[in-house]
T-cell receptor, first 111, second 112 residues
Framework: RKEVEQDPGPFNVPEGATVAFNCTYS??????FFWYRQDCRKEPKLLMS???SGNEDGRFTAQLNRASQYISLLIRDSKLSDSATYLC????????????FGSGTRLLVRP | DADVTQTPRNRITKTGKRIMLECSQT?????MYWYRQDPGLGLRLIYY???????NKGEISDGYSVSRQAQAKFSLSLESAIPNQTALYFC???????????FGPGTRLTVT
């Protein structure tokens, strides 16, 4: 079983839609959580960190549920430019800042 | 100019050849990483280095070696390339105490 699991998608949504991705992690020692964005054939880039209390950055909202060991990302008012793969990433308390990456969820926003 | 650069960007090589991928950074970060990305598997850590004298194996180091020539340079070598090393390779950097990593543009390697 992968340590970080994501639905690969693709999620195909119209512009303006709200879309949500979930991610589950198996190691209870996971300490820090992130969403990275990766455009096709490009490098991953940090989208946002995920805090226990939940956090929002414009149209993006991230939530963490430690009890159930899952992380979510909600995108409101989807734009064509949101089309990308979204990587769920965790860092374990014992791993000296090494990151564990999920395989990604692909989002396609259509006109 | 990019803060993290990788050379070459694309490479096709034959089985058994030795190949080196290079990574340079101008961010002044002390930590550097090499990952490979395969479809459906996500990024997997090959090697990481927390400073010039510190080299550590990641989860998939077999068949690879690294050299940290300077704080700004971290190279990955495949001593004898094999087809299942065909992948997209990323270098990344971070500053000590931070979990945020900055990635280079990637090297697409094909081993025939």
């Amino acid at each position: 079983r992968k340590e970080v699991e994501q639905d690969p998608g693709p999620f195909n949504v119209p512009e303006g839609a709200t879309v949500a991705f979930n991610c589950t992690y198996s190691n209870s020692a996971s300490q820090s959580f992130f969403w990275y964005r990766q455009d096709c054939r490009k490098e991953p880039k940090l989208l946002m960190s995920v805090y226990s209390s939940g956090n929002e950055d414009g149209r993006f909202t991230a939530q963490l549920n430690r009890a159930s060991q899952y992380i979510s990302l909600l995108i409101r008012d989807s734009k064509l430019s949101d089309s990308a793969t979204y990587l769920c990433v965790v860092n374990r308390r014992d791993s000296s800042y090494k990151l564990i990456f999920g395989s990604g969820t692909r989002l396609l926003v259509r006109p | 100019d990019a803060d993290v650069t990788q050379t070459p960007r694309n490479r096709i090589t034959k089985t058994g050849k030795r190949i080196m991928l290079e990574c340079s950074q101008t961010k002044g970060h002390d930590r550097m990483y090499w990952y490979r990305q395969d479809p459906g598997l996500g990024l997997r850590l090959i090697y990481y280095s927390f400073d010039v004298k510190d080299i550590n194996k990641g989860e998939i180091s077999d068949g690879y070696s690294v050299s940290r020539q300077a704080q700004a340079k971290f190279s990955l070598s495949l001593e004898s390339a094999i087809p299942n090393q065909t992948a997209l390779y990323f270098c990344a950097t971070s500053v000590g105490g931070s979990t945020e990593q900055y990635f280079g543009p990637g090297t697409r390697l094909t081993v025939t």
